[in-house]
């Protein structure tokens, strides 16, 4: 995908203020103003959205993270991008940190994949390409039939230990799974020497109720 500055939109849901901070200090690293869109809601909590400059042909970046209202966000999110698809846009590229129901990911009796639900209305509204962080399973990606990046914060988290905790080899690391002990595991490996361990969860009716490390 050939991208130039000229050719670059960002756009941002304003009524989430994570959304807008985040898309604040990509425009101001880029050095790319924000694209004007607005975002409201009507009386019967229905989701509006109007792009308010031309992305015909543009490359254009969504920015978008869960808020505490997940359903309001997703809507807004999939409505943004059906808006620059019929307005002829040339890329549509979500830039989403947390894929909302990513932990729906497995069939539970008689449930849903709802992570494979969310792909789908997606690419089926027009997104053309994925950047996350961190699915809770690397899996997901199989649920796109488009290019998705799944980023890695750990290299981050592993930099900051080592810049403010002056004697960050004597920490431990702890996994708040099994599954997901693999990535202290992996750390470990490559030269951080960390210890670590895992929490072991019970769950009753949908709470837990033990902790085992």
């Known amino acids: 995908m050939n991208i130039t500055q000229g050719g670059l939109v960002l756009l941002s849901a304003s009524s989430c203020a994570a959304c807008a901070e985040l898309a604040r200090k990509i425009s101001e690293r ?21 792009i308010q400059e031309s992305v015909r042909g543009k490359d254009v970046f969504i920015i978008q993270t869960v808020s505490k209202d997940v359903n ?13 698809k019929t307005s002829c846009a040339k890329n549509i590229i979500g830039v ?28 089926k509204a027009g997104l053309t390409h994925l950047i996350t962080m ?28 080592q810049e403010e905790i002056p004697d960050y080899r004597n920490a431990v690391i702890v996994a708040k799974s099994p599954a997901s002990a693999k990535r202290w595991e992996n ?23 033990k902790l085992q490390y």
Not at 72 to 84: P, V
Not at 96 to 121: D, N
Not at 187 to 208: D, L, M, T
């Open 30 to 50: 880029l050095g790319v103003e924000l694209g004007k869109v607005q975002v409201s809601q009507a009386s019967n909590r229905e989701t509006r959205v109007q």
């Open 72 to 84: 309001t966000t997703i809507m807004e999110l999939l409505i943004m991008i059906y808006a620059c």
């Open 96 to 123: 989403i940190p947390y894929f909302p129901y990513s932990k729906q990911c497995k069939m539970r009796k008689r449930g849903s994949i709802v992570s494979k639900l969310m792909a789908s209305m997606m690419c």
């Open 134 to 161: 961190d699915l809770h399973q690397k899996e997901i990606q199989g649920f796109f039939n488009i290019p998705v990046d799944n980023l890695r914060a750990s290299p981050f988290l592993l930099q900051y230990i």
């Open 187 to 209: 750390h470990s490996v490559v030269g951080y020497n960390v210890q670590g361990c895992y929490q072991e969860k019970r769950r009753w009716r949908g709470s837990i109720y």
